[in-house]
Nanobody, 116 residues
Framework: QVQLVESGGGLVQPGGSLRLSCAAS????????MGWYRQSPGKQRELVAR???????SYVDSVKGRFTISRDTAKNTVYLQMNSLNPEDTGVYYC??????????WGKGTLVTVSS
């Protein structure tokens, strides 16, 4: 059974930092493209960052220079370090493991609230 379990969300003040974690089980972690998506209030879910099988990364423009995605293959865990957070970063952050259009898994999400 495949499970993706996110953690690390919470309430943070503008300018603060959080690190999200996604622990994966039931998949061969290194075979998947791992991604972080977010759904902000009133908006569609959007891709925030991805890390590919070769370790390369990509980010949505709005988080470039502030967020860093990384992975620990020994722990089957992917991370999202988020710095200089602003209220527009508020939302539910979801972990995704993508192999093909059919083999694609999601976590249940973790809420990040950026507010003073």
């Amino acid at each position: 059974q495949v499970q993706l379990v996110e953690s690390g969300g919470g309430l943070v003040q503008p300018g603060g930092s959080l690190r999200l974690s996604c622990a994966a089980s039931g998949i061969r972690f290194s075979n998947y493209v791992m991604g972080w998506y977010r759904q902000s209030p009133g908006k569609q879910r959007e891709l925030v960052a991805r890390i590919f099988r070769d370790g390369s990364t990509s980010y949505v423009d709005s988080v470039k220079g502030r967020f860093t995605i990384s992975r620990d293959t020994a722990k089957n865990t992917v991370y999202l370090q988020m710095n200089s957070l602003n209220p527009e970063d508020t939302g539910v952050y979801y972990c995704n493991a993508h192999f093909t259009s059919i083999v694609d898994y999601w976590g249940k999400g973790t809420l990040v609230t950026v507010s003073s």
